[in-house]
């Protein structure tokens, strides 16, 4: 910025003027901070929650007459490692930066000792997200997130601030901030700032978290989860990475089966991110004062623009949900007389399957000693057969015309013969090795006659051993596609940088070869399960809800085959039913929250009128800050008003019309621009694209 200021001054540009510069930037911030505190005390906006409390009308200004909202909001939190602090920069600012947005440390601390390690896990004095101890030892929806979120011991020695962890509403408003001071995202983070959410908001909320399953068993083994049942919180998954969470979790915790959400997808943190990841290369050198500095400077623009745009939230969601009601009813109700499917089936769909999967859960696991004794079995056949093919050769006695008693061995089959005892020697060892083996387990099996293929035991582990060889193809498929997606959202994401960029499509290429060569393998072992599986096409797997159906596909009970809810048929249409439900709960919210901002805007305008009017005598500085002020939201709120109207008058529209009349020469432009935006088919809020599309397109 200083040199572009040179340039425009024709003056040379030297470091001593960015030095001065960078002095007169932070005593104009310092300015601007405490007239804010003036202005702030002036409207009665200075107690220590007034921002939480008061940033999104639309999830906060309740009105009396409103009906009950459950949840009563919906929050969303999530780490990000981009806004680094190298360790020692700076060190000589000693100033200490008061932002509104943070959580102290101290408060942060009192739960660094909340949660046990899981058994055999190690995270030094704190512990990590992913080894926190569950009650069904179920980790592997919190593993598909462990390297995103642990951090190296290379990274907690250079960096002193390893990133941020931040809340924010489902419009985007930010509400908390923790720093990552030399760690990963410890499960202390994510406590205080759930803590933080309850004391402010209150009961009955909803925080969606990309591990939001075991962070649910995380918080009910710490010292607030008295607080938060009492206070009915709940934990569930974003909608995006839900899809890598397995089928069981997805029924518990997926925001399409929680009733109350609506369309949300809780992934506001990915957007927020996506603009904080600007600041990262400004930030990285800085001191303390200025790292938090520039990240407050960030996340209040962040929060100015997310309230302009407010409207236009509740405009684009209001069109999705009736979008998706009149696309999906027509199909939906025609498939329900078809199959003869009522409303209740699908609820009772999705308890039936939990059901079963944590009974299939809950089986104990095969002897894994009986399995190694059939492997070892099969080995030393293999031996066997290899040393007696070896063995079985007969050697030959010959003798060439041309010997005599001096004659010498020929080179050639001196050679052949010394190969041959070669072979003899590694078979033979092998035949030892794995006898050796087999008599080992049958010491621990204690077993007085070995078994034999016709053996009933030996057809049952054989049974399982088939079966399990299946299972970690199919787990190997899912884990392809998995990662892929995860490829697909970073390259789609605002930010990422050419190299990296270049590297994630190189990846891209490779996984789908992986892809390939997977299902390859899972289609030879398919046909040979009992029940049979069926083929799967390349293009299948890339949908996402195989995901989800990868549970099924590891299944070795016959009977599951012939439930309804297995058939891929029944599952589309069950699909769309809950979209329906939900775009139906979102018009209710909506409703309710396009209430609450009409409100907002008129008693908002009034209230900084009227304080800027009582102070023209006593303060008249104050005053006319207060007046500026109120000139810049009238005229967001006239936008506002504007969007709010062409709401009222869309078509479908079920909630409280208030009709307002206007002067203001940019109305008919706003709606103009709203009603010629093209449909509306997924929330225009959303930086992260249509992952399950683009996944199809990349790899079929």
Known sequence: MVKVLCALHNRTYFQSLHD????????YLAIVREVKTLVDQALGRDTPDWRMLHACPACNYKQPDEPPLYPARLDAFDGNNSLKRVDGSGHADERFFQSSYLIPAAEVDLFKDDVRLRP?????????????????????????????????????NVFDQTGVFVSACRHGIIQTLVELRRSGELAKYALATANKLIDVYGANGLTGYDIGCSFSKTIAASSVADKVKKANHRFVVNAFHGHAHNRRCQLQYHTLYQKGLGIEDLETC???????????????????????????????QWDQDRYQELSQFLYNN?????????E???????????????????????????????????????????????????????????????????????????????????????????????ERRAAYNKLALEMNTVHDLERRLDLMKRWTPGDPEYQEALKYLNNRQF?????????????????????????????????????????????RNALEYYNRLAPLQSPPRDILKFSEVASYAWLGEFELLKSSRREVLTKPWVSKTNREVAGKYFRIVRAREEIERLNVEISRLQRWVGDEDAHL?????????????????????????????????????AIYAMPGFSGVCVLETSNDANEGAVIDKLQSAAPIEVDEDDILCDEAACLESCIA
């Open 120 to 156: 055999g896990a190690t995270a030094g004095n704190e512990t990590h997200l992913s080894n926190v101890p569950t009650s069904d030892g179920s980790t592997t929806c919190t593993e598909n997130w462990k390297v995103a979120n642990t951090t190296s011991e290379n990274s907690t």
């Open 318 to 326: 209001y069109k999705q949900a009736l979008h998706l009601i009149d």
């Open 270 to 300: 990915e957007r927020v991110f996506a603009g904080s990841n600007t600041v990262a290369p400004l930030i990285r050198h800085a001191s303390y004062f200025h790292w938090l500095q520039f990240i407050d400077l960030q996340f209040d």
């Open 20 to 27: 001065q510069f960078a002095v007169a930037f932070d005593a």
């Open 471 to 515: 299972i970690c193809a199919v787990q190997h498929l899912e884990g392809l596609v998995v990662q892929r997606l995860f490829e697909l959202a970073k390259a789609n994401l605002a930010g990422t940088g050419y190299k990296m960029r270049q590297q994630i499509s190189n990846a891209i290429t490779r996984r789908s070869t992986a892809i």
């Open 328 to 422: 999906l009813t027509p199909a939906v109700e025609e498939l329900k007389q078809q199959l003869d499917l009522s409303d209740a089936d699908f609820e009772r769909w999705n308890i039936e399957e939990l059901q079963y999967l944590e009974a299939l859960a809950a089986e104990p696991e095969y002897d894994p000693e009986k399995i190694a004794y059939v492997e070892a079995l099969q080995s030393l056949a293999k031996a066997e057969a290899g040393y007696g093919s070896i063995t079985s050769v007969q050697f030959l006695s010959y003798a060439p015309a041309d010997f005599t008693q001096n004659s010498g061995l020929r080179k050639g089959p001196q050679a052949a013969t010394k190969a041959r005892e070669a």
């Open 609 to 645: 009128l009227t304080i800027a009017t009582s102070l023209e005598v006593s303060q008249p500085a104050l005053a006319c800050e207060i007046h500026h002020l109120h000139d810049k939201r009238v005229r967001i709120n006239n936008v506002h008003r504007a969007r709010l109207q």
